[in-house]
């Protein structure tokens, strides 16, 4: 810490925390009596709090975003000489590492063709919700406006991206919400819907998405968005079959295709983004935490050329492209964050220790569920993994979300921060989470599901 900015003395920083600081995603009536956690150092896989306690960090900052680490002096020396050199301009105009991240990130992305920068996943997402309504002003007289989303996937905190939120309890007490946006259901096996088949779930689930879309009418469905892995809704595998059957429908109807890879993006799951997993063709694909891994804000909204062309296809009309701007989308230090960011992910082959170390995961996980009953399932894709807590396999009733608290709170004791999903589905706040940085060794993943076989142990005997 600067001593000659700060004192040294950690009290007046958990002071002026506790006076002036609104955390996210907290309550604070706990900050009256306890201490609120202030993280100070990371490095690697780890983090030191300002009590000087070392955590391993299995859900990469908290929300899955510091894929490669932390400590990484070769990011930070990118950005001082970035910025150093030239700091911001609008994004009306080009930047060197702007356009230099843009072309390499095309490049990972075979059929996707522009990079329109932001700087949160909400906004990026957004984005792709503006085009796809401009779109269909301009073709379709406004009409083919509405947007699908589904049930258990989250967009972003904004009141457009929570009014396509599939996570009630992230939306109760926001609204009311923007019109034209329509719920479909979820694809999670594990909690098939009633009347679902035995067999072929994934193709029933989709063809759930075509039942929305021929209820409302396809000349009003303009997009559909979804998250190819949903992350805060449970960390929900897609079923066999499902995303073919989805990409059928979307051309069926002419409905764009919008993935959201603000968790997926950029290696969380063993290819560059989790779309590639599926052979999906997307029209818009969003993305964020990942792409510079928190060394610098930055969210894309990637689009094909052919969507692209569509705002450009009559130069005469003045209204006839797309008339936005984020103001922080012109920040260099994100695209020279992430142009480091996505070197290292490939000198360092982290793409294939994502695979590999997502397996081990997985496999200990699966262990873990033949030890201890109250592990009703595991589900997982390279380092994005989830394990459900249920108080009886049969009925897969959901433990209590204080008991699903409690595992969490054990780890964190042992010095293993995992996470577990909350605020999202009613009921339903009951999967452990985890999300170390595609840095894990076997030995950091067998830390890490060492602490949860611990914590199930104490909580759950
Ligand atoms: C799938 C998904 N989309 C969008 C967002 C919103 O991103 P941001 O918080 O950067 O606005 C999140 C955040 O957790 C997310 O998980």
């Known amino acids: 810490m600067d001593s000659t900015r700060y004192s040294n003395d950690i009290t007046e920083v958990v002071e002026a925390d506790r006076a002036h600081l609104w955390h996210h995603l907290i309550q604070h009536k706990q900050f009256e009596t306890n201490d609120p956690r202030i993280i100070v150092e990371g490095k690697g896989m780890r983090v ?9 960090d299995a859900v990469s900052g908290g929300v899955w975003t510091v894929n490669v680490g932390y400590g990484r002096e070769t990011i930070a020396k990118a950005v001082y000489d970035q910025l150093i050199k030239m700091n911001y301009f609008a994004n009306s105009a080009g930047s060197i590492p702007g ?56 967009h972003g905190g904004t009141l457009a991206t929570m009014s396509a939120g ?8 926001y609204g009311p919400l923007a019109p034209g946006f329509v719920r479909v259901p979820h694809c999670m ?42 992350a805060g809704g449970g960390v929900i595998t897609p079923p066999e079959g499902y995303w073919e059957r989805v990409q059928e429908i979307c051309k069926k109807y002419d409905v764009l295709l919008h993935i ?13 983004f989790g779309y590639q997993h599926y052979g999906i063709k997307p029209d818009f694909v969003t993305m964020a935490k990942g792409v510079a891994s928190g060394y610098a804000a930055i969210a894309c909204c990637v689009t094909t050329e052919a969507v692209f062309d ?10 006839n492209y797309f008339r936005d701007i984020s103001t922080f989308g012109g920040c260099t230090a994100g695209p020279a ?33 033949d030890k201890h009953r109250v592990v009703g399932d595991v589900r997982g894709k390279g380092l994005f993994l989830g394990a459900e807590l249920v108080v009886d396999r049969k009925t897969k009733e959901a433990v209590d979300e204080k008991r699903v608290q409690a595992v969490v709170a ?6 293993v921060i995992i996470g577990a999903t909350n605020r999202s589905v009613p009921g339903l706040n009951n999967t452990l989470c985890l999300s170390p940085a595609l840095i894990a060794t076997a030995d950091d993943i067998d830390e890490i599901t060492g602490a949860i076989d611990k914590a199930l142990t104490r909580v759950f005997s």
């Not at 030191?48 to 391993?56: L, P, S, T, V, Y």
């Not at 599939?166 to 007490?173: A, H, L, T």
């Not at 994934?202 to 000349?219: K, M, P, T, Y």
Request: charged content about 30%; glycine content about 10%.
């Open 48 to 56: 030191w709090d300002a009590k000087g306690k070392e955590f391993i």
């Open 99 to 154: 356009s230099i991240f843009a072309k390499q990130l095309i490049e990972k992305m075979p059929g996707m063709s522009r990079v329109y920068y932001t700087n949160s996943g909400s906004e990026a997402n957004e984005k792709a919700f503006k085009m796809i309504r401009q779109i269909a002003h301009k073709r379709y007289g406004g009409k083919k406006h509405k947007i699908l989303f589904r049930d258990r996937d989250y």
């Open 166 to 173: 599939g996570q009630d309890e992230r939306v109760m007490q």
């Open 189 to 230: 096996e594990y909690r098939k819907q009633d009347g679902a088949p035995v067999e072929n779930y994934g193709i029933w689930a989709a063809n759930q998405i075509e039942e929305v879309i021929l209820r409302e009418g396809a000349d009003t469905v303009g997009g559909l968005c979804l998250e190819p892995v949903t």
């Open 260 to 272: 959201d890879e603000v968790v997926c993006g950029i290696g969380r799951t063993g290819t560059w």
């Open 310 to 319: 569509m705002f450009k296809d009559d130069a005469a009309d003045p209204m």
């Open 337 to 369: 964050a992430a142009i480091e960011n996505m070197r290292i992910i490939e000198d360092e082959g982290l793409l294939a220790n994502t695979v590999k170390m997502g397996d081990r995961a997985l496999a200990n996980l699966q262990a873990l569920m």
């Open 410 to 415: 054990d780890c964190m004791a042992q010095g």
